[in-house]
């Protein structure tokens, strides 16, 4: 067999204070192979990747490139090895173009922007993405940031590729393209290492399996010699059962009602053009859709967030009343007594703060609760420990800022807070998104235990087999209107794909 | 009444010269993503250290000392003070980490005591006068054009009748939007500015960009004091006239939107706004209620570029944000 290994990690080790993000891990990267690196959140797969990246150096072991021992002590080394990492959270110039952001850093004589446009179109052409150099990054969309993200590793000349968490934000479709286009680079020789929480994911794209447990190596499997529920088991270190129940809620009443919901944003589009449902308790009401069909709006617009053009959303109260809440203030909407709770998609910038421990997290929520000018620390420690334990987070101690969790574990504060104040109606915002599998079904439990508790859930999410698993009925959004409402027990994938872009096609003639 | 206009544009122009100087520093040092607040201080210390340059040059070549000799050590002088002092901003907020909003302000008190010092212990140890001859006076405020142009009607005096400061001002004004939109380096800084974690993983040394922007920024701001000193002040230490004019520069900043050209114009309408109390004044109206007006501009400003929400009008992202690589 001729040499295809391409980067070699012997003993890695790195410790971020006292916690222990990678323990002596060993990992080989081949060349033509995609290799998928799998774990739970925060077992430290992002941290490996960023020390080969250079960002982030090992503290003990070796990295191997060729046979050769190598010291990456800077990004820019990493590209002189020809490393080249797409990160979890895009690494772009928003003022800038396409273009600029791809010849950013480099050292080659003088700026010459028309030359890159031409090299970027170039390499476009050769794996077939769809982007204009000359556009600026702030008006495109996450999967041509992310493309615009490869094509700077590529025009670098990178034969060693790293994606962490690239599907997170794509669509089915674009998950589709990008695949394709890693195919192609495979048959090119260069070795590709992608990170993804999506066992179904792993199993169509990856030629390998390697696997991280609290920052432990696990092992490397061959994907087709293994199964999804094989890998889970492998991360977990014991036999998990992947599966949701959808028990029945005896007695539905109505809880949430939404009439003609029109919204518009600031240029005066229609984001939500008269959305009507009603959602009940006992219920964990599904919204399916494109990405950008109306969903962040809408549950923006129900947590009193959104400017209301017209229409009218009432919460109705255990005795039937219905309380009008369109042009309340997420204040007032809490004053009308009906526990409402939001976790929403930007769960840095909306949901907590990122300097702030599990702590100060949990007090936010509940400090309007406390009479006195002294803040009270007992409750909200006490509900930080309870959440630590229930779902598992992985932090040194509560009081440990949450930016420096990792992606996973920073849903899992958020999601633990909102349940912890037993909402009358929760709503939640791709609550999953970047969390590994067995914390995703956890928190599908946990949404279960919520809708049995009597509370109305929506759930705005992007894999139709989980929504179809978990939710009782599915409202479909398309260009911000409904474009149905199925029964979750007998509805089809085929049909719900069907819906989500049936309106637009109908627009377009 | 046309003569009292042309008398308020050269006096805006001559204030307005000033804010330049200070604004284009302070531009410079923001794109890399500094707030340095310290301008102030550093403007204080470019006074100061700019008059002593310019006198103790006269002190030493006696009769033989000439003007453009003693305006080239009053600006290098100055420049020197305010690389100094922003040096010691850029070792603490970029090697050190502290926090920018406190070593600026720290700054700006630390500058204004140096820079009073610096003025006060001259005139003490001169014996309480410190003046440049009037010869060298002369060069300061003198135009560099000839007569012809400056007595042309009306133009000549708006146009050709200002200090050497002025037009070097509109280079360095020039320059700068040169740098950051043409070259390389100009792109590499903005992108600094931008987002310290991107530019660093594209293999931009991070630190070597605030550093250079930080310190020379720092040292054309300070330049802005001299000139302050030696052409308004007439050459002599004045500390109450040049209080105020750093923060002013910060407002600038944000007025220009964080672009050079823009701080021409800018600058000679603040000045403007500054000086009318002295010719237009109106009865009844406090001084500084006239005083305020350059920052209630900005505030309007500041309102319009973030109710327009448009990208390109918006300050450096990662502005008054430290970077550590290993931080998230
Ligand atoms: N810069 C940092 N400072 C402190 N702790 C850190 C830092 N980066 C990572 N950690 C810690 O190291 C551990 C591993 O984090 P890492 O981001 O590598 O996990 P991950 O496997 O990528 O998880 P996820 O799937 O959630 O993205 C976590 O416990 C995290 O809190
Ligand atoms: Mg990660």
Redesign the interface.
Known sequence: MENRCAIEMKGITKCFGQVVANDSIDLSINRGEILALLGENGSGKTTLMNMLSGIYQPDDGRILKDGEEIYIHSPREAYGFGIGMIHQHYKLIEVFTAAQNVILGLNDGRMDLKAANEKVRSICQRYGFEINPEEKVYDMSVSQKQTVEIVKVLYRGAEILILDEPTAVLTPQETKKLFAVLENMKKDGKAIVIITHKLNEVMEVSDKVAVLRKGKYIGTVNTAETSPQALTDMMVGRAVTLNIDRPKYDNPKKKLVIENLTCLDEEGVKKLDSVSFTAYTGEILGVAGISGSGQKELLEAIAGLYPIKEGSIRLVGNDGSEKEIVGLTPKKIRQTGIGMAFVPEDRLGMGLVGSMGMTGNMLLRSWKKGKGILVRKKEPSELAEKVLEELEVVTPDINFPVRRLSGGNVQKVLVGREIASEPEVLMTAYAVRGLDINTSYTIYNLLTEEKMRGAAVLYVGEDLDVLLELADRIVVLCGGQVAGTVDARTATKEEIGLMMTQFNTKEGE | MMSTIIALIVAAVTFGTVLMYGTLGEILTEKSGNLNLGVEGIMYMGGAFGLAGAFYYEKAAGAAASGPAAIIIAILAAFAAGMAASAIYSFLTITLRANQNVTGLALSIFGTGIGQFVGEFMRVSEGGYVALSNNLKEAFSATIFPKVFVNIPVIGNILFSHTVFFYLAIVVAVLMYLFLK???WG??L??VG??P????????NIVKYKYLATIIGGGISAIGGMVYIMTTAGCVWNHEGLSGVGWLAVALVIFCMWRPLNAIWGSVLFGAMMIMYLRVAIPFIPTELYKILPYIVTVIVLVLTSMK?S??K?PP?SLGNNYF????
Not at chain 2, 197 to 204: V, Y
Not at chain 2, 325 to 328: D, F, G, L, P
């Open positions: 043409k070259t390389k792109m590499y903005t992108a931008e987002s974690s991107t530019s660093d993983a594209a293999g931009i929400n990208r390109d918006q992202a690589r290993e931080e998230r």
